[in-house]
C-alpha cells in the first residue's frame, strides 16, 4: 500500500541536541510538507519542497532544517536553536502543491 | 480571528445526529478543503470544493460554500461513534501571486453511543 511513513513515533530531545525526524513516501508525490501542530492550534508550515534539490521556508521554519535529496525522503532536523521544540510534527505530500495532502501518522518530540 | 477558522470549537453529539461545522474565511481563495485527524494521528483528506461549486457530496459527508460569505460548511449525516475526531478546514487562498494553504484551528467532534 501506499503511503507516508513517519518514524520514530515519539522522539525525546536533550539540552543542545538536534534531532532529526524521518518522512518517507512511496505515492511518488513531487511536493512534500513538514507541519508543527500544538495542542488547541491549527497546522503551521516549517518547510516545504515542491521537487528534489529544492525548499522553501514556511511560516516557521527558525530552527529547523531540512534535505531533498530523494524524491522519497524528506527529512527535518529540529536543532539546538529551536528553543521549544516540543509539539506533534506532521510530514504530508501531494502530487503538486494545488493537489489535497496526505499525511503521515506524526512523531511527537518532547524534550528531557 | 484566523483565516479558516472553525465554529464551534467543539461538538458534542448522540450517535444518528447530524453534525455541522462551519468554517469561515478572509481572502479569495481556489479552493476550501475538509480533513479529519484521529486522536494522536494524520490528517486524511476528506473533500475538496472549488470556489466555482456550491456543494459536494460524499457518501454521508455534505460540504456547502458561500464564496459571498466566505463561509464552508461540512455536514456529517446519521453520525457514527467512528466520526469522533477533529475537523480541520483548510483555503487554499490568493495572496498576489502567492498561492497558500491556510489552516483553521479545527472543530472537535464526539459522537457519544
Known amino acids: 500500500d501506499g503511503g507516508i511513513t513517519q518514524s520514530p513515533k515519539y522522539l525525546f530531545r536533550k539540552e543542545g541536541q538536534n534531532v532529526t525526524l524521518s518522512c518517507e513516501q512511496n505515492?511518488?508525490?513531487?511536493?512534500m510538507y513538514w507541519y508543527r501542530q500544538d495542542p488547541g492550534q491549527g497546522l503551521r508550515l516549517i518547510y516545504y519542497s515542491q521537487i528534489v534539490n529544492d525548499f522553501q521556508k514556511g511560516d516557521i521554519a527558525e530552527g529547523y532544517s531540512v534535505s531533498r535529496e530523494k524524491k522519497e525522503s524528506f527529512p527535518l532536523t529540529v536543532t539546538s536553536a529551536q528553543k521549544n521544540p516540543t509539539a506533534f510534527y506532521l510530514c504530508?505530500?501531494?502530487?503538486?502543491?494545488?493537489?489535497?495532502?496526505?499525511f503521515g501518522d506524526g512523531t511527537r518530540l518532547s524534550i528531557l | 480571528s484566523q483565516q479558516g477558522e472553525e465554529d464551534p470549537q467543539a461538538l458534542s453529539i448522540q450517535e444518528g445526529e447530524n453534525a455541522t461545522m462551519n468554517c469561515s474565511y478572509k481572502t479569495s481563495i481556489n479552493n476550501l478543503q475538509w480533513y479529519r485527524q484521529n486522536s494522536g494521528r494524520g490528517l486524511v483528506h476528506l473533500i475538496l470544493?472549488?470556489?466555482n461549486e456550491r456543494e459536494k457530496h460524499s457518501g454521508r459527508l455534505r460540504v456547502t460554500l458561500d464564496t459571498s460569505k466566505k463561509s464552508s460548511s461540512l455536514l456529517i449525516t446519521a453520525s457514527r461513534a467512528a466520526d469522533t475526531a477533529s475537523y480541520f478546514c483548510a483555503t487554499d487562498a490568493q495572496a498576489g501571486n502567492n498561492r497558500k494553504l491556510i489552516w483553521g484551528l479545527g472543530t472537535s467532534l464526539a459522537v457519544n453511543p
Open positions: 504530508a505530500s501531494s502530487t503538486n502543491k494545488y493537489q489535497p495532502q496526505h
Open positions: 470544493i472549488r470556489s
Open positions: 505515492l511518488n508525490h513531487d511536493a
